[in-house]
């Protein structure tokens, strides 16, 4: 027999071997498992009012149950008196402690310490106090000065429009120089210049020669001319009449 030949059978004999070696074990256990088929039986009701017991049942059934026994306990229980509420538990009072008294040099220097304390108390108050005061007093002096220089303000632009030539006078009556005929005879000319002021009525005052024209003919009808002239007065910033000066020149010339 060749090798290969003799492996296989030796394999087909292992198969055959494992094969029934599972089937006895399969069976066995079928066996010894597989319970019998349970058994079917009708159920019949019985009706428990329709059976009579026998006298011997019922003597057996007083036999085996045992009679009841006295409730004397509960009626012991019930004659007795309700037991005592224990009465209330009542803490121990504490005793207070008195209060330690100050040692006499401490109450000494606390006494001290309070008076000092009221005394800067006091001091600080008072301090306080004067210092408002100073402060009302320097408010109303920077107010008295701040009126003081707002009138000075006002005053000063008040003078100022006083002073201020709104409107220079405007003539009314102003007829000119008459020549004088001995001055026409002898031939003199010349240019006479006054200054005078229309005050605020408007007539001439002040009247006086800056510049003669060197002869005093021409100078005097100069000067009585011009005091009868009439002017509307000037005005000022105010709206207010104010008197104004003239420098005027005045010529005489011969045609």
């Known amino acids: 027999m060749k090798p290969l030949s003799r492996q296989v059978f030796i394999w087909l004999i292992v198969i055959i071997g494992t094969a029934s070696l599972y089937g006895a074990v399969y069976h066995w256990v079928k066996v010894k498992i597989d319970l019998p088929p349970p058994d079917k039986r009708a159920l019949v009701l019985i009706d428990l009012n329709q059976l009579t017991p026998t006298p011997n049942v019922v003597s057996a059934l007083e036999k085996e149950i045992p009679p009841p026994e006295p409730e004397i306990e509960k009626e012991q229980e019930q004659d007795l008196p309700p037991l005592p509420e224990p009465p209330p538990k009542t803490l121990p009072k504490k005793e207070l402690e008195p209060e330690p008294q100050p040692h006499p040099e401490a109450a000494i220097q606390q006494k001290k310490l309070e008076d000092e304390a009221q005394r800067l108390a006091e001091l600080r108050r008072k301090r306080e106090k ?64 006054l ?9 001439v005052s002040s009247v006086r020669v800056s510049k003669t024209s060197g002869h005093p003919a021409l100078d005097q009808a100069a000067l009585k001319t011009i005091n009868q002239w009439k002017f509307k007065p000037a005005r000022n910033g105010l709206n207010q009449p104010t008197s104004y000066e003239y420098t005027l020149p005045i010529p005489f010339r011969l045609k």
Do not use: M, W
């Open 130 to 193: 004067a210092q408002q005061a100073i402060e009302a007093k320097r408010r109303r002096q920077a107010e008295q000065l701040r009126i003081e220089a707002n009138q000075k303000k006002a005053e000063a632009h008040r003078a100022k429009l006083k002073a201020q030539i709104a409107s220079k006078p405007s003539a009314i009556h102003c007829p000119k120089p008459q020549y004088p005929k001995s001055s026409q005879r002898s031939g003199h000319e010349g240019t006479v210049i």
């Open 195 to 203: 200054i005078f002021t229309v005050d605020r009525e408007g007539a």
